[in-house]
């Protein structure tokens, strides 16, 4: 089991930036990967991005099309944290940002960061 938490989220106007944590509760390396989802209203939920973390595998990331070149995920390994940057940010990408952890049985959730994108 693994309980995450996460934090950064907040209003910021189109063109700005935003960089969101996401803590968990174990020890990285013990978890196949971790990522980013986000879900807007009336929107089912979608992958932003993803980090592979397990200390067996070589470190691998994948983001969505509407993220690429402006997003950018990592890992700190001693702090068992998962970060998103977000730069160039625009109204499209308002939405609750949920952080995920694989694990190989179960896969466990955040409870969400609002991200607001307005002028």
């Known amino acids: 089991q693994v309980h995450l938490v996460e934090s950064g989220g907040g209003l910021v106007q189109p063109g700005g930036s935003l960089r969101l944590s996401c803590a968990a509760s174990?020890?990285?390396?013990?978890?196949?990967?971790m990522g980013w989802y986000r879900q807007a209203p009336g929107k089912e939920r979608e992958l932003v991005a993803v980090?592979?973390?397990?200390?067996?595998?070589?470190?691998?990331?994948n983001y969505a099309d509407s993220v690429k070149g402006r997003f950018t995920i990592s890992r700190d390994i001693a702090k068992n944290t998962v970060y998103l940057q977000m730069n160039s940010l625009k109204p499209e990408d308002t939405a609750v940002y949920y952080c995920?952890?694989?694990?190989?049985?179960?896969?466990?959730w955040g409870q969400g960061t609002q991200v607001t994108v307005s002028a």
């Open positions: 995920n952890a694989d694990l190989v049985a179960n896969s466990y």
């Open positions: 980090i592979t973390t397990r200390i067996t595998s070589r470190e691998t990331t």
């Open positions: 174990r020890n990285m390396f013990t978890i196949n990967a």
